[in-house]
């Protein structure tokens, strides 16, 4: 397992390393986000499908493996589509501006950073997929779930922001479509979902598959990232700057991140 996961490491640097020098050649940033989730879910797909102790592919190696490829083709074909057709990424912009001069240096840093918070993403799956249980459990029927409505949600999210920004009318709004009425970021909090759903699959309560616990630091790292590091601050911050009023009176009445009646947000 540990020999697996140190390939797996290395790939995830030298995957961003790769994003870091397209985005140097091509101006376009938000190209780091779609190289980051065409290769964590090709290195989650390896981590399922990597033979250990099994020398036939179960159905949960399956399964969990049928769940990383999809999450993997549906994010990165989102965030690829939307960045080759658009302009650079705001969150990466504005990062760019304030880091100046230190900006490819930083970057490449920062990148760095984003590949190692894949490895308890792609241990996770490596855990969820070799689980000792000799059949699927219920839990891992409620882990497929649980992803399966991760997966929905995001698309659906995407599609709400979509087609508001096709609209010429809402430039400088504020996006209250649908789920974004409930959460400022619903499509974080389903990609959160799809993290939770790995560790459901990989816990085991018989006290047979300690490691398996481990797999909880997926999303625990996922929800770091998502409202503390890359994703609701550096966003936010920009909305802050560029529709000051229009944003400030969405944060007062909708949730930051859990779905919630825009009533009871807080």
Not at 30 to 47: C, H, I, Q, R, Y
Request: some cysteine; proline content about 5%.
């Amino acid at each position: 397992m540990l020999t697996c996961l140190a390939a797996l490491v290395v790939f995830l640097s030298l995957a961003m390393a790769f994003a870091w020098a397209t985005a140097m050649r091509t101006g376009k940033s938000g190209l780091v986000d779609a190289t980051w989730s065409f290769a964590v879910g090709l290195a989650a797909l390896a981590a399922a499908l990597w033979p250990l102790a099994e020398t036939d592919l179960t159905a949960r190696r399956l399964l969990v493996g049928a769940m990383a490829a999809a999450w993997s083709a549906r994010l990165g074909g989102y965030i690829l589509s939307r960045s080759l057709g658009g302009e650079d990424d705001p969150r990466y912009a504005a990062l760019k501006q304030e880091w100046g001069d230190r900006a490819p240096r930083q970057l490449f840093i920062f990148l760095q950073i984003q590949a190692v918070a894949g490895w308890p993403l792609v241990g996770a799956v490596l855990l969820a997929a070799h689980a000792p249980a000799a059949s699927l459990r219920w839990q891992d029927g409620l882990a497929a779930l649980v992803f399966v409505a991760g997966v929905l949600g995001e698309g659906v999210a995407d599609a709400q922001m979509a087609r508001f920004r096709a609209n010429p009318a809402n430039k400088g709004g504020i996006c209250e479509a649908g789920l974004w009425a409930w959460s400022r970021h619903p499509n974080y909090f389903f990609e959160w979902l799809c993290w939770l759903a790995y560790a459901l699959a990989a816990v085991d309560f018989t006290g047979t598959y300690l490691q398996g616990w481990l797999a909880l630091l997926a999303p625990i790292t996922m929800y770091g990232l998502l409202v503390h590091v890359s994703g609701v601050p550096p966003l936010e911050a920009y909305l802050q700057r560029s529709r000051p009023l229009a944003f400030a009176d969405y944060a007062r009445r909708v949730s930051r991140f859990w779905p919630l009646p825009p009533a009871r947000a807080r």
